[in-house]
């Protein structure tokens, strides 16, 4: 195991969050929310691509049997997210909306997001003002049926001001959630029923108030072990399944926002960064890169959304 962490671009991302592996491409996408800009490399050739999206784009999923579309939460609500035509390394995405997001009120957008074991989108909302503390967050559940309903559905999981973290165990019968606000700093597991997408059983998991770090994004991998990155503490923790640290490693970031596993072997750990604005950033020049770590275990494949036939 090599657990020290390696540049692999230099993407000055503002917020670089969502990334995703493409195994039938070995290469990383995330996306670069206040940017509004979809990111692509390629492990094998070094390649990178970028396109711009209609609003901030926060979380992403490949849409199942369609390459090169995307499920995505935006600010405004649900997209099908098209890259152009001919192989195009950079210029305007395709967008078309599919449902429009019940917020509380303006100034919302979605946040953290990913697909559950059986390709249901599962993604959180926040407003954009942190410093406001609203407990206006929800959790929605975006699958077959709501995109036929043209509708989100909230899952109520209520009080959350900066919903983050989720993941589902490798079983998809456990689903986790945190919430990185300052003034939480707590993660959830649930039990999840895999029939109907819907949480129950809510249960502290992890205070991450005595930890360092904020928790942010997440992902899982075979044993089990849920990786989440702590924010403003330039550390990737890894929690056992009964909630307790088993370790954690480092990347030259205060700000590491999201993970996930990729390689031939999804044996990398691949951790998306911000890069805050108005901050002097002279002892963490690549704030808002890509790194790459080697943890010593494989990740879970990540399910590709599952659009109505």
Known sequence: MNASAELVLDARCATGESPVWRAAEQALYWADIPQGVLHRWSAQTGEQAQWKAPEMV???????GQPGRWLAGLESGWFQLDLPQGGAASGPLQAQRLATADHARAG???????????????????????????RVGKVYRFGAQEMAAGAGTDLALGDLIVPNGIAFSPDGRTMYLSDSHPQVQAIWAFDYDTETGTPSRRRLFADMNPLPGRPDGAAIDVDGGYWICGNDAGLVHRFTPDGRLDRSLAVPVKKPAMCAFGGPQLDTL????????????????LAGGVFALRPGTQGVPEPEFTAPV
Request: net charge neutral; aromatic share 8%; with cysteine.
């Open 108 to 134: 919302m957008r979605f946040n953290d997001g990913r697909c559950d074991r059986q390709g249901r989108f599962i993604a959180g909302t926040m407003l954009q003002d942190m410093g406001a503390a609203a």
């Open 270 to 285: 691949y951790v998306t960064s911000i890069r805050p604005a108005g901050v002097d950033l002279s002892d963490q020049p």
């Open 58 to 64: 926060a979380c992403i999923a490949p849409w199942g």
